[in-house]
């Protein structure tokens, strides 16, 4: 699935744009041991974290393509972070089904951005994740923009989380954590302030669904993707305009290990969505986003 050192998008099924690395290979969490357990006890995922070569091993096997990232939430929990470069390095060594994204908490200023640069000019980092809630920042306090300004310059994407969290949820006070960071609409502050920015709001985002789809119809630097829900609880609204206009701006995305490709993928192919629809969702506008460039016929 690879020719010289690129992806071979032709011979991959899908491509799944929201796939986190929760643990490294040494056994570090991406999260503090309570914000995690938190999550898989919302999600009833009673999961092992696979590592990034077992990841890697998950998708080549279902020939998917995954972009892969972990959350950096260091300045605000003192946890640290996993390494990007540990993930741009690995995802290196299966080139054939993984493409890296960087985190950093946009709280490290102007040496965050720097690094940024770094990771994308020595380590073919291709995007950036962001996760407002938990990295303790609204999209449009102009915080993250040193970040979003080097993602403009090299023209990468930029996925924020969106809606609801299961990090910290029934934890004491939400573990610290605001959910009115994660409503998309701030990020129309951010897509006018960045026209040239390719902006992804991840998930169906619970409950500000209408809002994102707002933003996403009014803004086209704007994409959604469907991570993080079962396709068979997606909101009917959410259902209609991928179907119509917003076909050309939606992205499939599980959340793994949350959520395996297997069951979202299941549960995608009972959805009513248009045949000539489903293959869009499915990849190709994931390789518009991405800059991976047309599939071969």
């Given at each position: 699935?690879?020719?010289?050192?690129?992806l071979?998008?032709?011979?991959?099924?899908?491509i799944?744009?929201?796939v986190?690395?929760?643990v490294?290979?040494?056994?570090?969490?991406?999260?503090?041991?309570?914000?995690?357990?938190?999550?898989?006890?919302?999600?009833?995922?009673?999961?092992?974290?696979?590592?990034?070569?077992?990841?890697a091993?998950?998708?080549?096997?279902r020939?998917?393509?995954?972009?892969?990232?972990?959350?950096?939430t260091?300045?605000?929990?003192?946890?640290p972070?996993i390494?990007?470069?540990?993930?741009?390095?690995?995802?290196a060594?299966?080139?054939?089904?993984?493409?890296?994204?960087?985190?950093?908490?946009?709280?490290?200023?102007?040496?965050?951005?720097?690094?940024?640069?770094?990771?994308?000019?020595?380590?073919?980092?291709?995007?950036?994740?962001?996760?407002?809630?938990?990295?303790?920042?609204?999209?449009?306090?102009?915080?993250?923009?040193?970040?979003?300004?080097?993602a403009?310059e090299?023209?990468?994407?930029?996925?924020?989380?969106?809606?609801?969290?299961?990090?910290g949820?029934?934890?004491?006070?939400?573990?610290?954590?605001?959910?009115?960071?994660?409503?998309?609409?701030?990020?129309?502050?951010?897509?006018?302030?960045?026209?040239?920015?390719?902006?992804?709001m991840?998930?169906?985002?619970?409950p500000?669904q209408?809002?994102?789809?707002?933003?996403?119809?009014h803004?086209?630097n704007?994409?959604?993707?469907l991570?993080?829900?079962?396709?068979?609880?997606?909101?009917?609204?959410?259902?209609r305009?991928?179907?119509?206009?917003?076909?050309?701006?939606v992205l499939f995305?599980?959340?793994?290990?949350?959520?395996t490709?297997?069951?979202?993928?299941?549960?995608?192919?009972?959805?009513?969505?248009k045949?000539?629809?489903?293959?869009?969702?499915?990849?190709?506008?994931?390789?518009?986003?991405?800059?991976?460039?047309?599939?071969?016929?």
């Open positions: 699935m690879e020719q010289n050192g690129r071979d998008v032709a011979a991959l099924q899908a799944d744009v929201h986190h690395i929760e490294d290979l040494h056994g570090h969490l991406a999260l503090p041991d309570d914000q995690a357990q938190a999550a898989a006890k919302y999600f009833g995922a009673d999961h092992r974290r696979p590592t990034l070569p077992e990841i091993a998950h998708y080549r096997e020939r998917i393509g995954a972009v892969v990232f972990t959350v950096d260091e300045a605000y929990t003192g946890h972070a390494s990007n470069e540990e993930i741009a390095e690995g995802a060594e299966h080139p054939d089904v993984l493409i890296p994204f960087a985190s950093i908490d946009p709280a490290k200023g102007r040496a965050g951005a720097r690094a940024f640069r770094r990771l994308v000019e020595d380590h073919g980092v291709r995007g950036i994740k962001f996760h407002p809630s938990v990295q303790d920042f609204a999209p449009n306090d102009r915080s993250a923009y040193p970040l979003l300004e080097v403009q090299f023209g990468l994407p930029a996925l924020f989380h969106t809606g609801q969290t299961g990090i949820a029934g934890l004491p006070g939400g573990g610290g954590i605001r959910l009115e960071l994660s409503n998309p609409m701030l990020l129309d502050h951010v897509a006018v302030d960045f026209p040239h920015l390719t902006i992804i991840a998930h169906p985002s619970f500000w209408d809002e994102a789809l707002a933003v996403a119809t803004k086209p704007v994409y959604i993707d991570s993080g829900w079962s396709p068979k609880y997606f909101p009917p609204q959410l259902v305009y991928a179907n119509s206009l917003l076909q050309d701006k995305g599980s959340d793994y290990p949350l959520i490709p297997d069951r979202w993928l299941a549960d995608f192919a009972k959805l009513e969505i045949p000539t629809v489903r293959p869009k969702i499915l990849k190709e506008n994931a390789v518009k986003v991405l800059g991976l460039g047309a599939s071969p016929a």
